[in-house]
């Protein structure tokens, strides 16, 4: 059982992380922390000092590769039968490893295992981040299907173990993305495997600190540009690959039919609107006789100025 850890320059957040880690009901959890060319002797401090030193290795990343790099390099430096990546701001419920490693002993066939995840929204308060409030991430989700993963991300990496073997057969993060790698490895995942998932309560908690900046920020608002981005691109990239083994024709249709169906909303929505604005000068007009008597003066002085 390996857990990757990815952290910059965040004391803080990685102390946090490896405390959250040592909680865990599951003792035999294998640690790799990615310095991702953050400072090697304050991660290194930070490490010794947690309850869980022995078990902790440092892989440093010395050159650029963004995110991703970071998370191959952590793969890459374990041999565990399942991973997972626990970004250092995020957290666990203590029980997150011990369900979803006895779930995937259980289920061989299964690529990985996602759990529920809430949001856990986050404010400085003397120098220490706390939490406000919270909201389920897809609240009632109950599955991890391909066709859903096709349509918009919804997972996270702290949410999903999975089996380390799977990169032999669909490859690593992409590192040519600067963000969305982990909706482009779940489809990659999912198009081959099925993907178990724990009903019940969140195991999983995905924090976020809208104002955060620096060192302190989420991808999710940092990143926000390049999320747009990336998405479009794994969804072109998709898109020319299946084009290329079977013509253009059916996203040439699909394109002709969505073109079409906006055309007949924007028409049945402007028709629509008008006769709304019609219903309320109407009812204005019903409701209130003075406006009724002006607007007739109104059109007796107009025909009285044009004869």
């Known amino acids: 059982m390996g857990v990757i850890v990815r952290t910059k320059d965040r004391p803080y957040f990685l102390a946090r992380a490896l405390g959250d880690i ?47 790099f970071a998370a191959n390099t952590g793969i890459r430096a374990t041999g565990a039968p399942y991973v997972v990546l626990h970004d250092d701001d995020d957290l666990w419920h203590p029980d997150f490893l011990a369900r979803t490693v006895e779930y995937l002993d259980a289920h061989p066939n299964d690529g990985g295992v996602m759990v529920p995840t809430d949001i856990v929204y986050e ?53 040519s993305l600067e963000a969305v790698e982990d909706w482009d490895l779940y489809l990659r995942i999912s198009e081959r495997f099925a993907i178990g998932f724990l009903e019940g309560d969140a195991l999983a908690f995905w924090t976020q600190r809208p104002s955060g900046r620096g060192a302190d920020g989420n991808s999710m608002f940092e990143l926000s540009s390049a999320h747009r981005r990336d998405d479009i691109l794994v969804r072109d990239r998709a898109l020319r690959s299946w084009s290329a083994s079977n013509g253009p024709g059916l996203p040439l249709y699909i394109a002709y039919l969505h073109e079409q169906l906006r055309a007949e909303f924007t028409s049945e929505l402007e028709a629509r609107l008008d006769r709304q604005r019609e219903q309320i000068v109407a009812e204005i007009y019903d409701r209130h006789p003075l406006w009724r008597r002006l607007r007739r003066i109104r059109s007796v002085f107009a025909r009285s100025r044009r004869g």
């Open 123 to 175: 404010k400085q308060h003397g120098g220490v981040w706390k939490e406000v409030s919270r909201a389920p991430f897809w609240a009632g989700m109950t599955s991890v299907t391909f066709l859903a993963l096709l349509q918009i991300n919804r997972a996270v990496p702290i949410s999903f173990l999975y089996r380390r073997e799977i990169h032999d057969e669909i490859g690593m993060y992409d590192e």
């Open 22 to 68: 040592a909680a865990q009901s599951f003792p035999d959890a294998e640690v790799v922390v990615v310095n991702d060319r953050g400072d090697r002797e304050q991660v290194a401090a930070t490490v010794a000092a947690s309850p869980i030193a022995d078990r902790v290795r440092i892989v440093d990343v010395s050159e650029p590769g963004g995110r991703c």
